[in-house]
């Protein structure tokens, strides 16, 4: 139990257009999941906190209107990258929080490798 | 604010010897979660082991224990006979206890090879 699921996995999309990426909890609700962000061997960096039927709360310095996060359901969270640049290639990580529980209970999704060329 | 410190940047270990990873974290929270966290090529991050800061006692999971210093705030890995399989990143990270959904904070990381 207790599944993440990101997709894509990788995507390659060009300068100046926009690319979604979907985390899914797929047995479980998560009424909180977490975005970060991890450049190549380097830390992971929380970007924002995503929260089901409400606005993500965004860390400092991460652009909101670059980084738009949508949590509709209890199962999805998507993160849009808008305009993107080669700049914002690299790896996104997702997790979800299994609701109810105590707050160490998430999960990590298989991340997904974003290149922007 | 929270810091999480890992000074080893890389670290190797003979097959089935031992080796320590170390951590130190900076925190004004009195109450806390630290974890260790595996991540190999993939980059799938798997959890190790989780220590509450209200628990003298230190976790163990099978060949993975934890040394945890609440007063020098330090949090080390010890990976007994090691695997192959052992080798990848691996992250400290921080965790305030508060109520609901909390992100986690992460170290560095340290990169290990284990050696056949």
């Known amino acids: 139990g207790a599944v993440v699921s990101q997709h894509p996995s990788w995507v390659i999309c060009k300068s100046g257009t926009s690319v979604k990426i979907e985390c899914r909890s797929l047995?479980?609700?998560?009424?909180?999941m977490f975005w970060y962000r991890q450049f190549p061997k380097q830390s992971l960096m929380l970007m924002a906190t995503s929260n089901e039927g409400s606005k993500a709360t965004y860390e400092q310095g991460v652009e909101k209107d670059k980084f738009l996060i949508n949590h509709a359901s209890l199962t999805l969270s998507t993160l849009t990258v808008t305009s993107a640049h080669p700049e914002d290639s690299s790896f996104y990580i997702c997790?979800?929080?299994?609701?109810?529980?105590?707050?160490?209970?998430?999960?990590f999704g298989p991340g997904t490798r974003l290149t922007v060329t | 604010a929270q810091t999480v410190t890992q000074s080893q940047p890389e670290m190797s270990v003979q097959e089935a010897e031992t080796v320590t990873l170390s951590c130190t974290y900076d925190?004004?929270?009195?109450?806390?979660?630290l974890f260790w966290y595996k991540q190999p090529p993939s980059r799938q991050m798997i959890l190790v082991i989780r220590q509450e800061a209200y628990k003298q006692q230190n976790a163990t999971e099978n060949r993975f224990s934890v040394n945890f210093q609440k007063a020098a705030k330090s949090f080390s890995l010890k990976i007994s006979d090691s695997q192959l399989g052992d080798t990848a990143m691996y992250f400290c990270a921080f965790m305030k206890h508060l109520t609901g959904a909390n992100n986690l904070f992460f170290g560095t990381g340290t990169r290990l090879t284990v050696i056949p």
């Open positions: 997790s979800a929080h299994l609701g109810g529980r105590t707050g160490y209970e998430q999960y």
């Open positions: 047995d479980f609700q998560a009424t909180t």
């Open positions: 925190t004004s929270e009195s109450n806390y979660y």
